[in-house]
């Protein structure tokens, strides 16, 4: 039987084969396959992950390393997405009739997914999945644990969240779909489910978290200051800028949810003007992110004075300790960052994807932000590692973001 023409015309030829639940699924699991890789290649430079982030259950001698469990739960929750995938495609054939009337298949993988990190099986990296939901609880209010108690790996997950912070738009959409009357989630995503703001208030909640964090470890150095026995030294700027960095993408979200039902006599402004305002807004956060990441999370000289830039002691824009010996590592790591910080402001506009051709365009940078914060956290933890064994960064203390030798600059 051939499909409901009222329906076919609905579905691109990309949400054909992968409709909204199953990308949402594979972007969640590839984010579990690069985490077993950092870990993997970190661990060969001998960067003690588990030390920064004070993982307390160590592999015992002769146990499995921490990438090997890893891997190990990646296949394990690759392998059912594969499977459901085969069937999907199976019984769809590729008619949008059939993808939507199949919405069961990649709505019953994701609560599998979600069952699986919950649960306790003991023998699938139980006490990784425990101390990972922990984390996520303390860190879902904005919350942020002591230097001593694993503060940087609450700053690794709570940035990885931003850069999922489309994937839950979209989950929130799926789900949405999947309980309205008169769609399915398997159907063209509709982004105005659940409201026309609801979607983008999602989207900025990774950033309000980190916002958070910011103004907790502000707020942490301010009272350190005037404590008996305080350090004394600088002021908490450090984590006010961090903090301006995050607050800067909730005008580019809010704008461009204004862009999408654009109303000139509401918002006082025509579509060109907020169109413009927009643009500025998306120039900001992105060249203010990747500055952060190249001066700040990775302590290069890139964007430091000419001295600095220019010491003969390292190459030119890096920084003297490093751990990957490939100067043209860390200029690749640069120029990648540049470009996918600047696409993925985009993208964090939700007026962008009501186009039906965007849909594989969109998924595609949404990996893509993925990627990028797969190569961040390699730069990122060796500079940690860096600043643990070789001190901190030289404007630390300066800026006052530590209270002692030993509280590191933080993201």
């Known amino acids: 039987m051939d499909g409901d023409p009222a329906v076919e015309p609905e579905l691109d030829s990309f949400s054909l084969v992968l409709p909204l639940p199953y990308r949402i699924a594979i972007i969640l699991v590839a984010g579990v396959w690069a985490w077993a890789v950092n870990l993997h290649y970190l661990s060969i430079l001998r960067i003690d992950v588990a030390g920064l982030i004070k993982y307390p259950n160590r592999p015992a001698s002769g146990g499995p390393p ?30 949008a009739s059939l993808v939507v009337a199949w919405q069961i298949l990649p709505q019953s993988y994701l609560l599998f997914l979600a069952i699986f990190f919950i649960l306790p099986f003991q023998r ?9 939901l922990a984390t996520l609880k303390r860190i879902s209010v904005g919350g942020i644990a002591e230097t001593q108690d694993g ?17 839950f738009g979209d989950l929130f959409v799926s789900l949405c779909m999947l309980v309205s009357s008169g769609t399915t989630s398997t159907s063209k995503p509709d982004r105005s489910c659940g409201g026309a703001y609801m979607v983008p208030l999602i989207i900025c909640v ?17 009272s350190n200051m005037y404590s008996p026995g ?38 006082g402004m025509s579509e060109t003007g ?13 060249l203010y992110s990747f500055y952060w990441d190249v001066a700040k999370d990775w302590d290069l000289t890139l964007f ?22 490939s100067c043209g590592m ?17 993208k964090l506009s939700p007026h962008l994807d009501h186009f039906n051709d965007l849909e594989g365009g969109i998924f595609v940078m949404e990996f893509l932000e993925v990627l990028r914060r797969w190569m961040w956290i390699f730069f990122r933890v060796e500079t940690e590692w860096v600043r643990t064994n070789r001190g901190p960064a030289p404007d630390d203390i300066l800026l006052g973001d530590h209270s002692s030798d030993h509280d590191k600059l933080d993201d």
């Open 66 to 95: 921490h990438h090997l469990r890893v891997y190990r739960l990646a296949s394990t929750v690759t392998i059912p997405l594969v499977a459901s995938l085969l069937l999907f495609w199976t019984l769809t054939h590729g008619r």
């Open 124 to 132: 699938l990296s139980k006490g990784g999945r425990f101390r990972f």
């Open 151 to 167: 503060k940087f790996g609450d700053i690794l997950l709570a940035d990885a969240l931003t850069s999922y912070a489309k994937v």
């Open 206 to 222: 990774p950033s309000i978290i980190r916002l958070r964090q910011c103004l907790i470890e502000y707020k942490r150095v301010r």
């Open 230 to 267: 305080g350090s004394g030294s600088g002021w908490g700027g450090q984590h006010l800028a961090n903090a301006l960095k995050y607050s800067s993408a909730f005008p580019v979200t809010i704008l461009s949810a204004l862009q999408r039902g654009h109303d000139p006599a509401k918002i």
């Open 274 to 286: 907020l169109f413009r305002l927009w643009l500025a807004f998306v120039l900001i956060n992105s």
């Open 304 to 325: 430091s004075s000419s001295r600095q830039r220019n010491d003969p002691e390292h190459p030119w824009g890096l920084r003297r300790h490093a751990h990957f010996h």
């Open 330 to 346: 860390y200029y690749t790591a640069i120029c990648i960052d540049f470009c996918l910080r600047c696409t993925w402001s985009l």
